[in-house]
């Protein structure tokens, strides 16, 4: 049972481009969250999806960051213009269902802006 | 929103030491998990526990949830055992499920 797959592992982009990162959750699960780490910091919940919906946006940027999780692929996390700050880890979670249940974490996606 | 803390920042040990590290947090939770990040960066499960004590070869972990702390033991380290430690726990009030993170225990294995 293949673990969370995330692509790529790395990624440079440079100031203004737009950086797409892809989360394929466990076989079975159907609950993705993204968190972010930032250099020498813990990580921080950005977005909750469950299939075609938008759970919890609580911890995304009002701008520039998107997220989604359409009915067929995987989930995407989407950064427009993006900015030196941007450059962090971003992992992905998934969990089978909503609630008291291990969320399991994919290898991340490393972004780097230059 | 709920904090977690944990102790000690800092850790470093000899090979075949035995450790605990502390999560504290601040409110009643539904979910409890303990990770291990690894030099190269990899997140790893080591426990779900939102409450009661589980074993897995060298580790352990213990959460009291009354009181609102866990544990996670580690006997006999070994250097494979370096790397940050997190715990990070789903609050009881919120709607949705997401986690959050203590700022983790930096451990050091020495030869």
């Known amino acids: 049972n293949a673990g969370v797959m995330q692509n790529p592992r790395h990624l440079v982009r440079r100031r203004g481009q737009e950086a797409r990162l892809r989360c394929s959750p466990m076989?079975?699960?159907?609950?993705v969250y993204w968190y972010r780490q930032l250099p020498e910091e813990g990580l921080k919940f950005m977005v909750y999806l469950q299939k075609e919906n938008i759970i919890d946006e609580s911890g995304m940027p009002k701008e520039r960051f998107s997220a989604e999780f359409p009915k067929e692929g995987p989930s995407i996390l989407r950064i427009q213009q993006v900015v030196r700050g941007d450059s962090a880890a971003y992992f992905c979670?998934?969990?089978?269902?909503?609630?008291?249940?291990?969320?399991?974490f994919g290898p991340g996606t490393r972004l780097t802006v230059l | 929103g709920i904090q977690v803390e944990q102790s000690p920042p800092d850790l470093i040990l000899q090979e075949g030491a035995n450790s605990t590290l502390r999560c504290n947090f601040s409110?009643?939770?539904?979910?409890l998990q303990w990770f291990h990040q690894n030099p190269w960066g990899q997140l790893i499960n080591l426990f779900y526990i939102p409450s009661g004590t589980k074993q897995n070869g060298r580790l352990s972990a213990t959460t009291v949830a009354t009181e609102r702390y866990s544990l996670l033991y580690i006997s006999s380290s070994q250097t494979t055992d370096s790397g940050v430690y997190f715990c990070?726990?789903?609050?009881?009030?919120?709607?949705?499920?997401?986690?959050?993170f203590g700022e983790g225990t930096q451990l050091t294995v020495n030869p």
């Open positions: 979670a998934s969990s089978l269902l909503r609630g008291s249940y291990t969320q399991y």
């Open positions: 409110d009643s939770v539904n979910n």
């Open positions: 076989k079975g699960h159907s609950h």
């Open positions: 990070a726990v789903e609050p009881k009030e919120t709607s949705g499920s997401r986690l959050t």
